[in-house]
């Protein structure tokens, strides 16, 4: 089951986050997939874009986010640190900043 839909800033993509723990990367003007990024081990609750569109966040039950790069399709950072479900993330539009905030009632703030 998706649970979020997120296009990039600039159109060229959208992912979809999934109860299955993973997140698809598809191409934002015909739909067509991409590929499917794997790391967290419990489902995807929310992605952010950075302002380039380069970099995806993602957040998951698994108490973790992590920094996906899109033109390598691969993972480039894993950012443990909350206790519990991760809810809500967001990227700082300077791209210098992520928000993050989780079941455990914190709020981080992970810069570059």
């Not at 997939?33 to 039950?61: E, N, P």
């Not at 991760?86 to 703030?109: C, F, N, Q, T």
């Amino acid at each position: 089951m998706i649970i979020q839909i997120s296009f990039s800033p600039d159109s060229f993509f959208f992912v979809s986050a999934s109860f299955d723990k993973s997140i698809k990367l598809w191409e934002g003007k015909s739909g067509k997939y991409i590929t499917t990024f794997r790391g967290h081990v419990a489902s995807v609750y929310q992605v952010a874009w950075s302002a380039d569109s380069r970099m995806l966040v993602s957040g998951s039950k698994d108490t973790t986010l992590k920094v996906w790069d899109i033109e390598t399709k691969k993972l480039m950072f894993d950012l443990p640190g909350h206790a519990d479900e991760i809810y809500a993330v967001d990227w700082a539009p300077d791209g210098e900043r992520v928000a993050s905030g989780s079941k455990d009632h914190m709020l981080r703030i992970w810069r570059n």
